[in-house]
Every structure is written in C-alpha cells, then in structure tokens.
C-alpha cells in the first residue's frame, strides 16, 4: 500500500494496441474476464484487476478517491495512464467515474450493465411508492448476504451452487469455479470467508448508492458505451414481485438509454445478447461490442 492506494492484483493478458482495463462488478473478481480478454488482445493491451478487497487484492476502506487511486497506480506502473477503463456491472460504473476524474488522459469509457437498481420512476407502469418498497428491501437481503462466512466444507457447497448455475444458464463450469476460488479466503481466525468482507462490502454499497448514474452519463464528452443486457435476469424464489418488477425497469432503462443517446452525440448504446452474467454468458457478444466501439 502506498499512501492510500493499494496494489491491486493484475492479471495482463498482453497484446498490442490502445490500451484497455477490465474492472469487474461488486462481489466478483478479475476471473469474469477470462473468457472475453483473449477475445480482444488481437487488437488492444488488455489488463484486468481485482479491485481492493476482492480476489487477490488487498483489503482497504471503500471510498471513491482511494479506489479511483488503486486503478490510476495499476495504469502508471504499466505505463499505460490513457488506457481505457472498460467495467461490468459496478466495474461499469467504475469505468465511468474513473473517465470523468482523469478527462485529460483517458479517451472514454465502457459501461456494461452498470445501471444498478435505477430510480422507482423507471420501473414503467409501476406506482413508484411501490417500487421502493421492495428496492428497500432488495437492497436489504443484498447487504444481509455480504461477508458470507463459510463452514469448513463451504467452498464444497458454493461449487455445486455454481455447478447448478452452469447448468441452467449455460455458463462454462470452469468459468465459475475460477470465480469462487479466487473469491475465498482464510481469515487470521481459519474460518473461510467470501470476499469481499462484510465491512467492505457495506461500504461499497453506500457508495453505489450515492451515485446519480445518469448524471454521471451526462456528464461525460468523451465517448461512451453503454451496453445493455437484451435477456432478463433471472428469477428469485421467493420473490413472486421481482420478474414483474425487472421487465418493468428494463422497458424504463431501454426508454431512457435511446432517450440519452439520442440527446448525447458521444453516447452509443449496444444491445448485447445475454443477461447481466453476460461476460460468462457470451463473451463474444461482449467483444464484439467493445471492438465495434473501440474501432
């Protein structure tokens, strides 16, 4: 750790041409990536990261300005501080806000699925009162499941779960269980936990909470991709609200992404085929769309 930033682990997967950096979603790790960054390596140096407190990097407090410092240190030490941030999902919003803090270097940014929960007004035929009663409490089972404590045979039963979601969403086992390995860790007590630890990951959160993203979307000059997941996620036993409530949020996001686009010249916004596992889903697909951009 230097100062306040903290060295991240880095996964370079080589290759010549404008610069990219992959940035992962919130939970996640650098291992979602493995299958679309040797898609892109023919054309781009292409480096992906764990961001603080996940896969193999070190722990530290969630703020912006030192996670925003982590990604600015990975890019100077390789020498690539225009390097493009391309990010999924938190990593998408990431992506962004790391663009508008570094306008003088960076070229743009790519935003894939990184549009949170959106606002109550989004979810299109919904009363908004509605709506953000069950967001609070969405959000409520989000936080209760972070800093996941695991008994000595949880990564046996965290595999067989990603086992079942390889077989119902097509995803390569072995893509998920990369996920889940870099994902464990051994506390100085020797229990298991899943990363990123609770503290952190509360305030993560806070952080995606506290953002206006189409704010930020309107804020940026430089380009933007957008890339919007054209299959909905999946369904949550139990929550007999929640299919209904996402096909209504994705009719407002598709309103108000074609409504950006058409006021903001620098803003392209993609269909990709896939839900928003969409880098384990279609790899290509996602490649396609940032090389369509990139190019």
Request: glycine share 10%; no cysteine.
């Amino acid at each position: 750790m230097t100062a306040d930033r903290i060295a991240l682990a880095v996964h370079d997967h080589g290759g010549d041409g404008p610069p990219l950096l992959l940035l992962h979603g919130a939970g996640r790790t650098l291992a979602d990536w493995a299958a679309v960054a040797p898609l892109l390596v023919a054309r781009h140096r292409v480096l992906a990261v764990d961001l603080r407190g996940h896969g193999l990097s070190p722990d530290g407090p969630w703020r912006l300005p030192e996670v925003l410092g982590d990604l600015e240190e990975v890019l100077t030490a390789h020498g690539i501080p225009g390097a493009l941030p391309v990010g999924h999902s938190f990593g998408g919003i990431l992506a962004v806000v790391y663009a508008l803090e570094h306008q003088d270097v960076t070229p743009g940014a790519v935003n894939l699925e990184g549009f949170g929960w959106g606002r109550p007004d989004q979810y299109v035929g919904l009363d908004p009162d509605y709506v953000a009663q069950h967001l609070a409490h969405v959000r409520e089972l989000n936080a209760a499941g972070q800093g996941r404590k695991l008994p000595p045979d949880g990564v046996k039963d965290l595999l067989a779960e990603q086992r079942a979601i390889s077989e119902r969403l097509g995803i390569p086992y072995e893509l998920l269980e990369a996920g889940i390995r870099r994902s464990v860790r051994e506390r100085d007590d020797g229990a298991l936990e899943l990363r990123p630890g609770r503290e952190q990951a509360l305030q993560m959160l806070e952080v995606i909470d506290s953002l206006d993203l189409f704010a930020l979307f309107r804020r940026m000059t430089a380009p933007l991709l957008l890339g919007r997941a054209q299959r909905q996620v999946p369904s949550v036993p139990g929550l007999d609200w929640f299919d209904p409530m996402m096909l209504a949020y994705a009719r407002g996001l598709a309103r108000d992404l074609a409504a950006l686009a058409e006021e903001r010249p620098n803003v392209t916004v993609a269909p990709i085929d896939g839900t928003h596992a969409m880098l384990l889903e279609n790899p290509r697909a996602v490649a396609d769309a940032i090389l369509a951009f990139t190019s």
